[in-house]
């Protein structure tokens, strides 16, 4: 499978690394920026018996070869700051093409 064109990743975002609750509340990294990846603003909901949840704002697409910024795959409750706006890291899939490298991230941002 071939690397996502970079014509395909226009956007560029900062991301901020979660490191935990110390007690004195979320301490997050220092911003990294991230550069050619796609954000795609757009709800996403689950439908239950009880209504509909949010489950997420916005996808952003990381390709592991053509975009840059990140060593390894985004930790869920992390920032991405795209736009003036703030997201966090709800949930990340990693996707294989034929080796054990990853070929991309698609990252839900709430």
Known sequence: MRPISKRMLPHNCTYEAYLGDTGEGVSFSSPIS??????EERSQFNYTSNGRELVGNAILFY?????????????????????NKTYTVVDVD???ANSNQPHHYEVLLK
């Open 94 to 96: 990693v996707l294989y």
């Open 63 to 83: 390709d592991c070869f053509n975009s840059s910024g990140l060593t390894e795959a985004p930790i869920p409750e992390s920032k991405i700051i795209f736009n």
């Open 34 to 39: 991230l550069n050619n990846v796609k954000i």
